[in-house]
C-alpha cells in the first residue's frame, strides 16, 4: 500500500467520524491539510463524496429516529427538522422500508414521494464537498467584552 492510500483512507476514516453539523469547524482546524490532499491528488471528490453521502444518511436516520419516538405529546413534522434536505435526500435514495415511510409525518398534504421536490438540493453531496474544502471563516465581532460583569475583578 502505497503513502498516499494509507493518507487518503486515514482522511476518509477521520472524516467519517464528523457529524455534518460540524463539518466547518472540521474544516477550519485542518483546512491546510485538506487542501493539500486534495490539490495533490490524495482525496478527490468521489471519496469525498462517498463519505459524506455516508454522513447525510447516518444524519437522516437520526432525524427519522426523532421524528417518529413514540410517546411525545406534540408532532415533529418532517419538514420541521434541522436539515430537511438530508431526509429528502435518504427518500430519493430509498434508505427507509416501506413500513418506515408509514411512520414519518408529513404535512403540507406531502409524501415520502414529493417530499424530495419540495426539500432535496440539487447537487447536496458537491455542495457539501465544496463546504469542506472551502470552510466558512468564524465571524468577527468588534465589541467590547466584559468577562466579569458583575464584578471589578
Given at each position: ?8 483512507t ?31 491528488g ?5 471519496s ?51 413500513k ?9 398534504g ?5 417530499f ?13 464537498r ?23 475583578c
Amino acid at each position: 500500500m502505497s503513502l498516499n492510500n494509507v493518507l487518503r483512507t486515514a482522511t476518509m476514516e477521520d472524516l467519517k467520524k464528523v457529524t455534518l453539523f460540524m463539518l466547518n469547524n472540521y474544516a477550519r482546524r485542518n483546512h491546510e491539510t485538506l487542501t493539500f490532499f486534495y490539490d495533490n491528488g490524495i482525496i478527490d471528490d468521489s471519496s469525498i463524496e462517498e463519505v459524506l453521502e455516508e454522513s447525510v444518511f447516518r444524519q437522516a436516520r437520526q432525524y427519522y429516529k426523532a421524528i417518529t419516538r413514540k410517546g411525545r405529546p406534540y408532532t415533529i413534522w418532517a419538514d420541521h427538522i434541522g436539515k430537511p434536505e438530508y431526509l429528502a435526500y435518504a427518500l430519493k435514495k430509498n434508505k427507509f422500508s416501506k413500513k418506515e415511510i408509514k411512520q414519518i409525518p408529513f404535512d403540507h398534504g406531502e409524501s415520502a414521494e414529493i417530499f424530495p421536490q419540495y426539500y432535496g438540493r440539487e447537487n447536496l453531496l458537491s455542495i457539501l464537498r465544496e463546504e469542506l474544502l472551502n470552510p466558512k471563516s468564524l465571524p468577527k465581532f468588534e465589541c467590547y467584552y466584559d468577562p466579569h460583569p458583575v464584578c471589578e475583578c
